[in-house]
């Protein structure tokens, strides 16, 4: 059996292949999708998951919440980039490896809420995907999924997250 931190850093290195391939202009642009989707299932998690799927089961939530996202991801991935297509001096490799990087946090954001879907809905493919054990190092790199960090701890209340997307809408737009 694989831990879940073990899956999340495969999955971030994962997309980090795929960022360097892809490259670093059309990365932060499905970085902005990625985070503004994970903003946002976060801010409205009470909502969502208190007033909407109050009815639902704990699977049928995370199904719901993990649909939603993909299809975020998916269009965010699917995007034109707003650069320019013909530039006279780029470098290839250098492009390659910015866009493996984004690509790196990229999978790391997707590998990390998906988990943090998991935990908030009580791990509710029981058979398939267990909750860590006390002990366990995956209990413990539970406190580094990212929207755990971005909310400043397990109580804290967000502001850090709210930061974070202002200053990737603004590197956005001058970077792009």
Same mark, same amino acid.
């Given at each position: 059996m694989i831990q879940l931190s073990s899956l999340?850093?495969?999955?971030?290195?994962? #997309?980090a292949?795929?960022?360097?391939?892809?490259?670093?202009?059309r990365e932060i642009v499905? @970085?902005? &999708?990625?985070? =503004?989707?994970?903003?946002?299932?976060?801010?409205?998690?009470?909502?969502?998951?208190?007033?909407?799927?109050?009815?639902?089961?704990?699977?049928?939530?995370?199904?719901?919440?993990s649909a939603i996202f993909f299809t975020v991801v998916f269009v965010a991935y699917r995007n034109k980039?707003?650069?320019p297509?013909?530039?006279?001096?780029?470098?290839? #490799?250098?492009t390659g490896l910015l866009g493996g990087i984004v690509g790196f946090f990229?999978?790391? @954001?997707? &590998?990390?809420? =998906?988990?943090y879907f998991l935990?908030?809905?009580?791990?509710?493919?029981?058979?398939y995907i267990l909750a860590p054990g006390a002990n366990?190092?995956?209990a413990h790199s539970l406190s580094s999924i990212p929207v755990v960090i971005l909310n400043g701890g397990l109580g804290g209340s967000g502001e850090m997250l709210i930061v974070g997307m202002i200053v990737l809408f603004l590197m956005v737009l001058m970077l792009v």
């Open positions: 999340m850093w495969i999955l971030a290195f994962f #997309f292949v795929i960022g360097f391939v892809r490259g670093w202009n499905a @970085l902005a &999708g990625i985070a =503004l989707s994970m903003f946002a299932l976060f801010q409205f998690d009470a909502l969502i998951r208190g007033t909407l799927l109050l009815s639902f089961s704990f699977t049928q939530t995370f199904l719901i919440q980039s707003f650069a297509t013909r530039r006279v001096h780029t470098n290839r #490799f250098q990229n999978g790391y @954001l997707i &590998g990390g809420t =998906l988990w935990d908030i809905n009580e791990y509710p493919l029981a058979p366990s190092p995956a």
